[in-house]
Every structure is written in structure tokens, then in C-alpha cells.
């Protein structure tokens, strides 16, 4: 059974940084796409970073919302099946509940209807 693990989370000032760490457990044949979501309180879940497996024996797709596009980097190591999101610029509009999500395709895409394992999320809260 798969499992997926967010930590990293916690409170920091506007314009510092945390970085969230994503492990998943359990078989997946093939390689897949990691995401990362956020969802802010009365508010829906947010799409805002997304991250390929190998591609073609390449590299990695990277796809981000414009609300952290600049300031957010997502990265990936297979051979720990963790996922990172480094966060800098912190602002307190970031602060929400983040979750990570495995998307049994190595398909890169924002929509959380296309993943299918959830981790319970890691909250992070920016004060001003």
C-alpha cells in the first residue's frame, strides 16, 4: 500500500524560508509525478508545483502556479522517493495546509483530480 509523508512544516516570519520534505512507502510500477498542493483555510486546494519522473531518460518536468512561480523550487530524489519543496520569500498569503500527492503517471499537471494518493499535509503559517 502506498503511503505518502509531508513534514517540514511550521511557523516563520514573511520572507524567510522552510523547505517541506515528501517521502512515500509502498510500491508504484513505473515512475510517476509528484505534486504539491495548498489549502488555506475557507479556501479550495491549490495546485502550485508539480514534479516529473526521469522523461526519455533525460530529465525532470517541472511545472508551478503563478502565485509561487520565482519563489517556490521542487526537486526530487528517487532513490530516497522523496520530493522537496524549497519555499523562499515567504509571504503570509502562503500560509495554508500543504500537501503532497503521488500521481501514478509520469505526467506532470496542477489539477488534484489526476492524483491519486494524498499525504495528510504539514501546515505552514507566515506572519506578517
Known amino acids: 500500500q502506498v503511503q505518502v509523508v509531508e513534514s517540514g512544516g511550521g511557523l516563520v516570519q514573511a520572507g524567510e524560508s522552510l523547505t517541506l520534505s515528501c517521502t512515500r512507502s509502498?510500491?508504484?510500477?513505473?515512475?510517476?509525478?509528484m505534486g504539491w498542493f495548498r489549502q488555506a483555510p475557507g479556501k479550495q486546494r491549490e495546485g502550485i508545483s508539480c514534479?516529473?519522473?526521469?522523461?526519455?531518460?533525460?530529465?525532470?518536468?517541472?511545472m508551478y502556479s503563478d502565485s509561487v512561480k520565482g519563489r517556490f523550487t521542487v526537486s526530487r530524489n528517487n532513490t530516497k522517493n522523496t520530493a522537496y519543496l524549497q519555499m523562499n520569500d515567504l509571504k503570509p498569503e502562503d500560509t495554508a495546509m500543504y500537501y503532497c500527492?503521488?500521481?501514478?503517471?509520469?505526467?506532470?499537471?496542477?489539477?488534484?483530480?489526476?492524483?491519486?494518493?494524498w499525504g495528510q499535509g504539514t501546515q505552514v503559517t507566515v506572519s506578517s
Open positions: 500527492a503521488v500521481d501514478r503517471r509520469n505526467i506532470c499537471g496542477l489539477d488534484s483530480i489526476n492524483f491519486f494518493y
Open positions: 514534479i516529473t519522473g526521469i522523461i526519455n531518460g533525460i530529465g525532470r518536468r517541472t
Open positions: 509502498g510500491e508504484i510500477l513505473g515512475d510517476y509525478a
